[in-house]
């Protein structure tokens, strides 16, 4: 029970870290095309982190 939980916690902080590059390259220069491709990119890695982390914590 434990092993899952910390497993959850690590995927919510990882999908915590990547919004957060995200953001930053983002509002770095939020014109450019590869700072938005990066942006979306983050956006979708965000929200597979925050689905694995809340799958593992109902496991």
Same mark, same amino acid.
């Given at each position: 029970m434990l092993a899952t939980l910390?497993? @959850?916690l690590?995927?919510?902080a990882a999908g915590t870290v990547v919004l957060a590059s995200g953001i930053f390259a983002w509002q770095a220069?939020?014109?450019a095309l590869p700072n938005r =491709?990066?942006?979306l990119i983050?956006? @979708?890695l965000t929200?597979?982190?925050f689905g694995l982390g809340? =799958?593992?914590?109902c496991l």
């Open positions: 910390m497993v @959850a690590l995927f919510f220069d939020y014109k =491709v990066f942006f983050t956006i @979708a929200i597979w982190s809340g =799958v593992n914590r």
